[in-house]
């Protein structure tokens, strides 16, 4: 294990850029609103992050910048989604409290990993 593994400072496990929209709020349905965001993964939550340009994953760092927001991961239910858009590779994101996002990412590979890690991430936090 990581030195930091029993420490305070959550593992960062992913980031990257996709498209995200958040589609409800605590159950109520919400207008969708497409825009691209600089996704992290990091210990049990996703966070997202404006002005993806000025992010790289080697430059991130908690901290550095402040989050749009967050999503805790425990309970969450993550789905393919390719019904509720026009566009493809999407999957939908939804958190024990009734939010829900959609991800998107015009590479198939790329979602792919993130719906894998994303998964898996969910599934540690179901065992625990
Ligand atoms: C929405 C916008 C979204 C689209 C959505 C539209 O229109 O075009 O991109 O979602 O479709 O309603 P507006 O800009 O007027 O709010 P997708 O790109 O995911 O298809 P929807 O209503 O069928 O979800």
Known sequence: SSPDSEGCTPELE????LNKTKIAEGGRKL???WSPSWVVLV???LVFFKDPKSQTPSSW???????????DLRG????????????KN??????VTG???LLQSETESLIKEWYNTI?????????E
């Open 14 to 17: 992913k980031a990257g850029l």
């Open 31 to 33: 207008r969708k609103n």
């Open 43 to 45: 210990g049990n939550s």
């Open 61 to 71: 760092k908690p901290g550095n910048s402040r989050p749009e927001s967050s999503v």
């Open 76 to 87: 969450a239910q993550l789905n393919w989604a390719n019904d509720l858009s026009s566009k």
């Open 90 to 95: 999407v999957c939908k994101l939804r958190t």
């Open 99 to 101: 939010n829900e996002f």
């Open 119 to 127: 998964k898996n991430v969910i599934d540690r936090l179901d065992r």
